[in-house]
């Protein structure tokens, strides 16, 4: 080896160990920001009052809405984090379409706490849980946007698998589709049946799974 070509070679060398640095300063960064997002969620947190135990559990039966949309956005940011961390574990290099799509995830991830307090509000239950479900069809979107990116992208190490496939595209659309269907339904109804259709999302998801994959072979 000549040392022209050893040169070239270090230089690659430290270009791919740079933007592999740069990966993974995203990576940290969107995890930090998913974990802020879950910790406002509790701080939120409606805390109960009163001078005797009757008292206190009354009151945390009045604020059991709250209680539920908490839970609710936990699970829900937390398969947002799990998805996320699945499709960025490869990732050897970004470009600037990646970190716009993974800017506007992050943002629909900071603003679903918000979203959970307006589910907490009084009044025009149907209205504010329209706000909630828009945010998550459009957080799994932008997902799905960024999986699609990626896996056409040259972004990931040589030799690492497809973080995602097809099968897992139509798993995701189900659970976008289920929270878009519970958007009628809520304007129509203003009822807490939304919250059924929410929870619903992850055996739809699942049924999905199975059917794709029993179609491909």
Known sequence: ????????????????????????????????????????????????????????????????????????????????????????????????????????????????PFATRVISGNGGLGARLTVYAVIQVATILTYLAMGRHIRGGHLLRPGAPAPTSRVDDAALLGVAATFAVSIPVALATGSQWTFVIWVASAAIARAVRRFRRGDSL
């Open 1 to 112: 080896m000549t040392d022209q070509t050893k040169d070239e070679a270090d230089a690659v060398a430290e270009r791919s160990d740079v933007e592999l640095i740069s990966a993974e300063r995203l990576v940290f960064f969107s995890d930090a920001v998913v974990a802020i997002a879950i910790t406002l969620l509790a701080l939120v947190l409606p805390v109960p009052h009163g001078a005797t135990t009757r008292a206190i559990f009354r009151a945390m039966w009045a604020d059991r809405e709250a209680y539920l949309a908490f839970l609710i956005s936990f699970v829900v940011i937390a398969n947002h984090w799990r998805f996320h961390h699945r499709l960025y574990r490869n990732m050897a290099r970004l470009d600037r379409h990646i970190i716009t799509l993974n800017m506007i995830w992050l943002l629909l991830i900071v603003v679903t």
